[in-house]
């Protein structure tokens, strides 16, 4: 099986104006949608992201304060998944609670570099 990165992006613009137990039945959604993928053998690791950070640009590996995405457009975390397609992969990420929330899952394969164990 080859490894995909699910990158997830706003969907937590509202957590100011929801309540305990709304966000409490979201993270219930999280954690099934995270049994069923373990059950499956799909899911590694999954990590979620604090805000800001810092950005390197160019050859001089400029310093900047940021990144200063709007919310919507802010990556939250990641999902590390093994699936056996570029589509079994987006099927997985379907059911990715994020998007009940308005939020986007964006898949992307990982590259295998040198030779695999």
């Given at each position: 099986?080859?490894?995909?990165?699910?990158?997830?992006?706003?969907?937590?613009?509202?957590?100011?104006?929801?309540?305990?137990?709304e966000?409490?039945?979201?993270?219930?959604?999280?954690?099934?949608?995270?049994?069923?993928?373990?059950?499956?053998?799909?899911?590694?690791?999954?990590?979620?992201?604090?805000?800001?950070?810092?950005?390197?640009?160019?050859?001089?590996?400029?310093?900047?304060?940021?990144?200063?995405?709007?919310?919507?457009?802010?990556?939250?975390?990641?999902?590390?998944?093994?699936?056996e397609s570029?589509?079994?992969?987006?099927?997985?990420?379907?059911?990715?609670?994020?998007?009940?929330?308005?939020?986007?899952?964006?898949?992307?394969?990982?590259?295998?570099?040198?030779?695999?164990?």
């Amino acid at each position: 099986m080859a490894e995909y990165l699910l990158i997830l992006s706003g969907g937590d613009e509202d957590l100011d104006t929801v309540s305990p137990d709304e966000i409490e039945a979201h993270m219930g959604q999280y954690m099934a949608w995270v049994k069923a993928l373990t059950d499956a053998g799909h899911y590694k690791d999954a990590r979620p992201l604090e805000h800001g950070g810092r950005t390197l640009t160019g050859r001089d590996g400029e310093v900047l304060d940021g990144p200063f995405a709007e919310t919507k457009e802010a990556i939250s975390g990641f999902f590390l998944l093994e699936a056996e397609s570029l589509e079994q992969a987006t099927e997985l990420a379907r059911g990715c609670p994020n998007l009940t929330v308005d939020g986007s899952v964006v898949v992307r394969p990982i590259r295998v570099l040198g030779p695999q164990a």
